[in-house]
T-cell receptor, first 111, second 110 residues
Framework: SQTIHQWPATLVQPVGSPLSLECTVE??????LYWYRQAAGRGLQLLFY??????ISSEVPQNLSASRPQDRQFILSSKKLLLSDSGFYLC??????????FGPGTRLTVL | AQRVTQPEKLLSVFKGAPVELKCNYS??????LFWYVQYSRQRLQLLLR??SRESIKGFTADLNKGETSFHLKKPFAQEEDSAMYYC????????????FGKGTLLTVNP
């Protein structure tokens, strides 16, 4: 069966520090992968998606970036975090226009 | 541009009462709509999708193209239904992007 992992589960970082969040999927190949940010009162905002290795589409301008170095690995990064980057980050995958499967999320606090 | 609106941030009902979570959408094509749910300390997961016309945990949702709505309903709410509910719309093409509403936090009181 397919599973999706995210780490770390929680992260506290100072303003201006770099960021790397990792998402991996098991049990499937060539999935579409997605990064969302979930903020209180703002719902789920799609940040990036990828339909294949090295293919990244950005949905919103920001100081975050994403990469997909392997088929089942999706990384969210930043060179310098801002206070406004705090939030709950979710990774998801799908292969059809049907269900998206979400990871457990990473709670990021930027101080 | 596509948009999903959930007008209620919070909804509180008593156990056994009917519940309706509202969702309106804006989309130029033929919409595919979903309801996702996030229970406390659990992952966000699919509750139901309109194309399958199924009832999950007693919840149903009917797509009304005239009113551009996809409201989620349950005749008798249970305490375990307390959760965050998101309505979502999928865009066309092979990227399968979901546009989510801002969510409604449902609390079912005993």
């Amino acid at each position: 069966s397919q599973t999706i992992h995210q780490w770390p589960a929680t992260l506290v970082q100072p303003v201006g520090s770099p960021l790397s969040l990792e998402c991996t999927v098991e049990g499937t190949s060539n999935p579409n992968l997605y990064w969302y940010r979930q903020a209180a009162g703002r719902g789920l905002q799609l940040l990036f998606y990828s339909v294949g290795i090295g293919q990244i589409s950005s949905e919103v301008p920001q100081n975050l970036s994403a990469s997909r170095p392997q088929d089942r690995q999706f990384i969210l990064s930043s060179k310098k975090l801002l206070l406004s980057d705090s939030g709950f980050y979710l990774c998801a995958w799908t292969q059809v226009a049907d269900t998206q499967y979400f990871g457990p999320g990473t709670r990021l606090t930027v101080l | 541009a596509q948009r999903v609106t959930q007008p209620e941030k919070l909804l509180s009902v008593f156990k056994g009462a009917p519940v309706e979570l509202k969702c309106n959408y804006s989309y130029s094509g033929s919409p595919e709509l979903f309801w996702y749910v996030q229970y406390s300390r659990q992952r966000l997961q699919l509750l139901l999708r309109h194309i399958s016309r199924e009832s999950i945990k007693g919840f149903t949702a009917d797509l009304n193209k005239g009113e551009t709505s996809f409201h989620l309903k349950k005749p008798f709410a249970q305490e375990e239904d307390s959760a965050m509910y998101y309505c979502a719309l999928i865009s066309g093409g092979s990227n399968y992007k979901l546009t989510f509403g801002k969510g409604t936090l449902l609390t079912v009181n005993p």
